[in-house]
């Protein structure tokens, strides 16, 4: 159900600035991480993905770096712009096969404010 | 913009009816994965929904079933609401044949049960 107030963990920057949004992931057994974006009134928006044969990828001002000895993720958002803003989720998805195709567990989320 | 599309937007239910969401997957996608989003916390997977096959379900119980359409799209019902019930409710569309995991997310129905 739904909990009064939030209890996300925040992170507030200036307009410019890199920001870095840290991730811990629940299962050794995951093949594949997500970050997501989610602005307000609106379904979470793909950014960028990596697998576990990799430890770091690039992409649009973004990178995602994968620890899997201490199952870590990390988002990092180069030049952060106020349209930033918003709450960014890392997700896994575990088991090889079928059977657990597509089937992700969300992280608790992080509340990115970016300040012009 | 993903292409895909959720009916109703926002819904009000008393607790103990029932309610039926709409999710219309993204053009040639042919899996749909319903998750549940309480304020402030991230979506939980309810289940996912395979050539209109159940393929996988979370931590939900049987009051919560789902439905796939020829076309793809799918329904979610939830029966006997209870309060507990009310957060956002996402669906998800992806391309399965690819292998692709990536998922594309409607923008939900907001569901309150008073």
């Known amino acids: 159900g739904e909990s009064v107030g939030l209890h996300l963990p925040t992170l507030s920057v200036q307009e410019g600035d890199n920001s870095i949004i840290n991730c811990a992931y629940s299962?050794?057994?995951?093949?594949?991480f997500i970050w997501y974006k989610q602005e307000s009134g609106k379904g979470p928006q793909f950014i960028i993905d990596?697998?576990?044969?990799?430890d770091k990828r690039q992409g649009q001002r973004v990178t995602v770096l994968l620890n899997k000895t201490v199952k870590h993720l990390s988002l990092q958002i180069a030049a952060t712009q106020p349209g930033d803003s918003a709450v960014y989720f890392c997700?896994?998805?575990f088991g090889a096969g079928g059977t657990s195709y597509g089937k992700l567990t969300f992280g608790q989320g992080t509340i990115l404010t970016v300040h012009p | 913009e993903t292409g895909v599309t959720q009916s109703p937007t926002h819904l009000i239910k008393t607790r103990g009816q029932q309610v039926t969401l709409r999710c219309s997957s993204q053009?040639?996608?042919?899996?749909v994965s319903w998750y549940q989003q309480a304020l402030g916390q991230g979506p939980q997977f309810i289940f996912q929904?395979?050539?209109?096959?159940?393929?996988g379900r979370g931590n939900f119980p049987p009051r919560f079933s789902g439905l796939q359409f020829p076309n793809y799209s799918s329904e979610l019902n939830v029966n006997a609401l209870e309060l507990d019930d009310s957060a956002l409710y996402l669906c998800?569309?992806?391309?399965?044949?690819?292998?692709?995991?990536?998922?594309?997310f409607g923008p939900g129905t907001r569901l309150t049960v008073t």
């Open positions: 998800a569309s992806s391309p399965r044949t690819s292998g692709i995991y990536e998922q594309y």
């Open positions: 299962n050794s057994a995951s093949d594949y």
């Open positions: 990596i697998r576990s044969n990799m």
């Open positions: 997700a896994e998805n």
């Open positions: 053009s040639g996608h042919n899996t």
């Open positions: 929904y395979y050539r209109e096959e159940e393929n």
